[in-house]
């Protein structure tokens, strides 16, 4: 009799769901989106249909793509035994239950489990750690959702035994097939009711979910819920109930996760590359989303040294000002602070000359420490004894207050780690550097000399987190 109450339960709990639950595709027939992965012909769907996964899976991906629906289609089609944990539910407790459970049900009945775990990046790293024995002996295969980037989110050893599959946004072609789907199914959807979804409410939904489906499905079923029927006994969706029904769009931003580091990434490039537009779009995406203004101030202090440098050094004397300024007048107002900075730093002349010191810290690490010259160490403590400072030139007693003197150790004279870029500021200080290097090469008989060369920029990236 139980059994009995509880089915009913469910078959209500199914009608009572909301709309994108119910329209939850149960084959790889009804799936939509991701033919880069699930397209005729693929591996992953190759595997799902022959029920042959090969290994641990994660699916990576923005919220509304399918992960957990091709989890769901995988359980319908598998002989396994399919269990579905939440991270943000379940603990290491649940897990060793489920553990236990499918050692038994491997030794009883010799079949395998798939334990679906959702959100996976929300367990912290012992919980996914324990998922590893069982993973690596097969006891279970994994199947993990996750909205984060598992390279950074999930444990290494846990990722390096599963395959992942990077999950897209819909594109509106598909949203809009959703949609209709949505409208013309009697049993899952509205095909019972008389709706006359407008073209332009239609576009606007399709448009506002930016490749959500669960959005758009949601902002549908508002629409429709909340509408009456005219005197005609049909349902109006026109362009103001759509707009209201999903209100604005959203912008996904999470500021612990990929779309806040691949914003700032395209806000940093856009002012490198000297696209203010470009700029002010990803400075209003971020402000927008509610990125700490500070955090952008920042980035763009950084920005001031590295792609700005000598070819503007106003540059870093406007952003550091604007960044004082804004610890003043805070926000809304500072935000024009933050604007200034950017549109300066945009449309200055690029250099990125200051990438130099890491040139001189490559050689510094390939040829070790080398003793400073005599000449030029501290006279003030041993210039009696040991004659430290003997034959420095002091060079404001120099016409033109230059002398062409050496200062880099004698194995290293000739080796010019500074490359003026010629832009802007900085081709002034190319002309008055090229001649002073010609005098001091003169002066000291350098005869061979070179440019170190251009380090990659993941060289520089290694050498930044090295010398931290």
Known sequence: MTDLFDHQMQENLKKEAPLAARMRPTTLEEYVGQEHIIGEGKLLRRAIEADRLFSSILFWGPPGTGKTTLAQIIANQTQSHFETLSAVLDGKPRLREVVHEAQERRKLYNKGTILFVDEVH???????????PHVENGTIRLIG???????FEVVGALVSRSRVF????????ETGILLDRALSDVKRGYGSRRINFHADARKHLVEMATGD?????????????????????????????AQESIQRRAVLYD??????????????KSVRGSDPDA????????IYAGEDPRFVLRRLLILAGEDIGMADPQGLVVTNAAAQAFEFVGMPEGIYHIVEATLYLATAPKSNSAGAYFKALKRLEEQGQISVPNHLKDGNRDAAYLKHGEGYIYPHDEQGHFTPQQYLPKRLLGTYFYAPSGEGYEAEVDARLTAWREAQRKALGIKEFEFAPELSEEKIKNMKRSSK
């Open 122 to 132: 929300r367990w912290n790293k012992a919980q996914q750690d324990a998922l590893l």
């Open 145 to 151: 959702a996750t909205t984060e980037n598992p390279f």
């Open 213 to 241: 489906a669960r959005n758009a499905l949601n902002a549908l079923e508002l629409a429709v819920e909340s509408t009456k029927p005219d005197a005609d006994g049909i349902i109006q969706i026109t362009l103001d109930v």
């Open 279 to 286: 700029a002010l779009y990803w400075l209003a995406k971020m």
């Open 166 to 173: 990077q999950l897209r946004g819909l594109n509106q072609h």
């Open 255 to 268: 500021k612990d996760g990929d779309s806040h580091y691949d914003t700032i990434s395209a806000f940093i």
